[in-house]
T-cell receptor, first 115, second 114 residues
Framework: GAGVSQTPSNKVTEKGKYVELRCDPI?????LYWYRQSLGQGPEFLIY????????DSGLPNDRFFAVRPEGSVSTLKIQRTERGDSAVYLC?????????????FGPGTRLTVL | GDSVTQMEGPVTLSEEAFLTINCTYT??????LFWYVQYPGEGLQLLLK?????DKGSNKGFEATYRKETTSFHLEKGSVQVSDSAVYFC?????????????FGSGTRLQVQP
């Protein structure tokens, strides 16, 4: 079956612009996660959805970052007033139940470059 | 807070050599432990996992044992192949705290030479 998909695969924007990154999880997966991976580092947690609601947004770095999942499937990560430090690969993952030992399936990521 | 520490890379080995990548962790609760692998040009894939002390996760010839007494989850393989060249990430999920997200180490790049 289809895995987690993310669009676009690459996004180049200018400082101060607004961007949206999309994640389409595996069908039937109720849990969805966003992570950010900077060069040479491991992924860092941003936000976790269980269904339509954000169950844990403690990883969002500031109020320029926001994410939604209105119908409990596709999610959009939104970044306002982008800064050069936002440049990274943004990863989305989904899992069946959201339990701690439930395998998370990762998408290929969106590489964001802020000029 | 929770954290994962991995040995720094790159680790360069010849084909058929023995591999160890060290991983230690700090967790508030009783975590589940994972190794993820990222092959060149591909996304993160789960390699193996262990959910309680003394459990051994294994897959594709790789093994790791959950050692609660030393808070470690070292990755081993008896004979590496060129196709094992990738970046390996140790991670934990601290389910006791209700936190579902994974906490990752910084990754260890493995380069296997023919």
């Amino acid at each position: 079956g289809a895995g987690v998909s993310q669009t676009p695969s690459n996004k180049v924007t200018e400082k101060g612009k607004y961007v949206e990154l999309r994640c389409d999880p595996i069908s039937g997966h109720t849990a969805l996660y966003w992570y950010r991976q900077s060069l040479g580092q491991g992924p860092e947690f941003l936000i976790y959805f269980q269904g339509t609601g954000a169950a844990d947004d403690s990883g969002l770095p500031n109020d320029r970052f926001f994410a939604v999942r209105p119908e409990g499937s596709v999610s959009t990560l939104k970044i306002q007033r982008t800064e050069r430090g936002d440049s990274a690969v943004y990863l989305c993952a989904s899992s069946l139940l959201g339990a701690g030992d439930n395998e998370q399936f990762f998408g290929p990521g969106t590489r964001l470059t802020v000029l | 807070g929770d954290s994962v520490t991995q040995m720094e890379g790159p680790v360069t080995l010849s084909e058929e050599a023995f591999l160890t990548i060290n991983c230690t962790y700090t967790a508030t609760g009783y975590p589940s432990l994972f190794w993820y692998v990222q092959y060149p040009g591909e996304g993160l894939q789960l390699l193996l996992k262990a959910t309680k002390a003394d459990d051994k996760g294994s897959n594709k010839g790789f093994e790791a044992t959950y050692r609660k007494e030393t808070t470690s989850f070292h990755l081993e393989k008896g004979s590496v192949q060129v196709s094992d060249s990738a970046v390996y990430f140790c991670a934990l999920s601290d389910r006791d705290t209700g936190r579902r997200a994974l906490t990752f180490g910084s990754g260890t790049r493995l380069q296997v030479q023919p």
